[in-house]
């Protein structure tokens, strides 16, 4: 069945607030306050382009959406020069657990002979997301000889307290630039969200002959199969793919099922991406990025 998404607009973008949160509203997530609150955590740039995690709260009403007063906030820093994510975190999402909150995000290093690094690290918040410190200064998923050159964004979900996680690896690096890897997403399972065993199995294979990579994946639990959008990019753009699984572990790719385009003109029509799916008051939600890989903001669409 195709999925008709409906744009709402464009809900935040920094505009030099500070010099940590100076560009950048990156990979929207979405975490469920109260009624009608939400405290959405995303990726922002300081003035040195190295990585940030920030957080604004916004509310959801008749399917109009405002960002709350004040609520701009500082979250996680990049890391120390020599660490895993000494150019920049990026969040990636959460999960409440033992009156926690684990942050998982991507740590950033730049490199000589391809142009990035990454590895997956966690932050843990003991006060309900009022502050957030590492649960250790190396990452918890790095590199090995199922995922020997980059790994990207994952999505973890709790699963009958089955840790699931669905992330990207690089399978190949065919040069130096941007445009020269080829990504697809792989599976793990965890007892406790931390130590995670890989099996080197493929979710979604990328197609080489279409993209250049499948990312930052977006899994729904629901009552009669589980539900995936990504992100796939081919060249310099990317667009949203979607697939569906009966366990979550074999998956079929129904891209052309889910409707959510460029627009015309703005801020999200030259790219759409990083996808974040959420249920609101009997609506089906969407935070996305546009153009310039959240340069210029998140916005949100609701599912017709």
Same mark, same amino acid.
């Given at each position: 069945?195709?999925?008709?998404?409906?744009?709402?607009?464009?809900?935040?973008?920094?505009?030099?607030?500070?010099?940590?949160?100076?560009?950048?509203?990156?990979?929207?997530?979405?975490?469920?306050?109260?009624?009608?609150?939400?405290?959405?955590?995303?990726?922002?740039?300081? @003035?040195?382009?190295?990585?940030?995690?920030?957080?604004?709260?916004?509310?959801?009403?008749?399917?109009?959406?405002? *960002?709350?007063?004040?609520?701009?906030?500082?979250?996680?820093?990049?890391?120390?020069?020599?660490?895993?994510?000494?150019?920049? *975190?990026?969040?990636?999402?959460?999960?409440?657990?033992?009156?926690?909150?684990?942050?998982?995000?991507?740590?950033?290093?730049?490199?000589?002979?391809?142009?990035?690094?990454?590895? %997956?690290?966690?932050?843990?918040?003991?006060?309900?997301? *009022?502050?957030?410190?590492?649960?250790? *200064?190396? /990452?918890?998923?790095?590199?090995?000889?199922?995922?020997?050159?980059?790994?990207?964004? /994952?999505?973890?979900?709790?699963?009958?307290?089955?840790?699931?996680?669905?992330?990207?690896?690089?399978?190949?690096?065919?040069?130096?630039?941007?445009?020269?890897?080829?990504?697809?997403?792989?599976?793990?399972?965890?007892?406790?969200?931390?130590?995670?065993?890989?099996?080197?199995?493929?979710?979604? @294979?990328?197609?080489?002959?279409?993209?250049?990579?499948?990312?930052?994946?977006? &899994?729904? @639990?629901?009552?009669?199969?589980?539900?995936?959008?990504?992100?796939? @990019?081919?060249?310099?753009?990317?667009?949203?793919?979607?697939?569906?699984?009966?366990?979550?572990?074999?998956?079929?790719?129904?891209? %052309?099922?889910?409707? &959510?385009?460029?627009?015309?003109?703005?801020?999200?029509?030259?790219?759409?991406?990083?996808?974040?799916?959420?249920?609101?008051?009997?609506?089906?939600?969407?935070?996305?990025?546009?153009?310039?890989?959240?340069?210029?903001?998140?916005?949100?669409?609701?599912?017709?």
């Amino acid at each position: 069945m195709k999925q008709s998404w409906i744009k709402l607009g464009k809900v935040f973008c920094p505009c030099g607030q500070n010099d940590l949160l100076y560009t950048h509203a990156t990979n929207p997530v979405a975490e469920h306050l109260s009624q009608n609150r939400y405290r959405v955590y995303f990726s922002s740039r300081d @003035k040195h382009n190295r990585g940030q995690i920030a957080s604004i709260e916004i509310e959801i009403e008749n399917q109009t959406v405002k *960002v709350c007063e004040n609520t701009l906030r500082h979250v996680l820093s990049h890391g120390k020069n020599g660490y895993f994510d000494d150019n920049g *975190v990026t969040v990636t999402g959460f999960l409440h657990r033992n009156s926690k909150i684990y942050l998982y995000y991507l740590g950033w290093n730049l490199c000589r002979t391809i142009p990035f690094r990454n590895s %997956i690290g966690l932050a843990v918040s003991e006060d309900n997301g *009022v502050s957030f410190s590492r649960y250790s *200064v190396a /990452p918890i998923v790095d590199r090995n000889s199922f995922d020997p050159i980059s790994l990207s964004y /994952p999505f973890i979900m709790n699963d009958n307290e089955t840790f699931r996680m669905w992330y990207g690896s690089c399978e190949e690096w065919n040069g130096n630039s941007n445009c020269d890897y080829f990504f697809s997403i792989k599976y793990a399972e965890s007892n406790d969200g931390i130590n995670w065993i890989r099996t080197n199995k493929i979710a979604i @294979k990328c197609n080489r002959a279409l993209e250049d990579a499948i990312a930052r994946p977006h &899994i729904t @639990k629901d009552s009669d199969k589980y539900r995936m959008w990504y992100s796939k @990019k081919k060249g310099l753009n990317y667009s949203i793919g979607y697939a569906e699984s009966n366990n979550g572990s074999e998956w079929e790719r129904l891209d %052309i099922n889910c409707c &959510i385009n460029v627009s015309d003109s703005g801020w999200d029509s030259e790219m759409i991406e990083y996808p974040y799916i959420f249920d609101h008051e009997g609506f089906r939600y969407m935070l996305y990025n546009g153009n310039d890989y959240g340069k210029t903001g998140f916005g949100i669409a609701v599912l017709e």
